[in-house]
Nanobody, 122 residues
């Protein structure tokens, strides 16, 4: 079992920044790839970013490339999502999740956090 807890969400104006954190407990954190997804009301869950277990490989969704950065600190069992130049369309609940390998599809992820709300005002 892996438990994931997200934090760092909140309300920010367009153009602003937020940093999300996801702290894991349970099984060996460093052996999992980690991903961030988001879901807005009435929409499907969308891939945002993912990082390999070593941290050497990262993937980004097209809508966030160049604005968001994923990173991880294995010593702290934590993955981060730095979000810059936020737009109102980034408003969603953001979830972190673990996978045996880096992936962009939600079904490839086994453990999920409860999510943290990000709201970007125009």
């Amino acid at each position: 079992q892996v438990q994931l807890v997200e934090s760092g969400g909140g309300l920010v104006q367009a153009g602003g920044s937020l940093r999300l954190s996801c702290t894991a407990s349970g099984r060996t954190f460093r052996r999992y790839a980690m991903g961030w997804f988001r879901q807005a009301p009435g929409k499907e869950r969308e891939f945002v970013a993912a990082i390999s277990w070593s941290g050497g490989l990262t993937y980004y969704g097209d809508s966030v490339k160049g604005r968001f950065t994923i990173s991880k600190d294995n010593a702290k069992n934590t993955v981060y999502l730095q979000m810059n130049s936020l737009k109102p369309e980034d408003t969603a609940v953001y979830y972190c999740a673990t996978s045996d390998h880096i992936a962009t599809i939600p079904s490839e992820y086994h453990y999920w956090g409860q999510g943290t709300q990000v709201t970007v005002s125009s």
